[in-house]
């Protein structure tokens, strides 16, 4: 689908505006400049024989708006800046919980090598993104995933006492949780520390 006749009547009015195949944001200074152009869009695609979709199509502020994964917001000194958006978030998370089950059947490296090829294509399209608390924020709940997960293989509390105490976990582990941990009987549902 061609739709070159769209941007040169976008372009040959100086209008900023960015398009990827039917995908399209005008950006103007007002809600007014944004109904006209809404109405030049409509003609301009009844020209070429398409329908816009109005359940998809509106006129409103830029900030928080959806395109191609990203969505724009405003940091400090009124400076616009590019984050990851929330459905693309929440896609990420349903991903990664289909590849990190603990019941899967699978060992720690077979996880991460699957995780691996993921998570470098999602870095790689989203490395535009201006929110690095996000990107921390993802790697705490993925780390929380895999530590689930390793938990989950070791089963019994002696062989998790012996296999954090072998990573160097022993000083943190409470001296009660030692004991009945070396008599079989403790369970273990989360790690709160790092190793």
Known sequence: MLLDEVDKALEARGYSFARYADDCNVYVGSMQAGQRVMALLRRLYAGLKLQINEA???VGSAVGRKFLGYELWVAKGRE???AV????VDGFKARIRQLTRRTGGRSMAQVVDKLRSYLLGWKAYFVLAQTPKIWRALDEWLRHRLRAIQLYQWRRP???YRA???????RWLPNGWRRTAAAGGATVTACSRPF
Do not use: M
């Open 56 to 58: 998809k199509s509106s």
């Open 80 to 82: 616009v800046k590019c």
């Open 85 to 88: 958006a929330h459905k693309a």
């Open 158 to 160: 002696r062989t998790i």
């Open 164 to 170: 954090l105490k072998a990573l160097g976990a022993g």
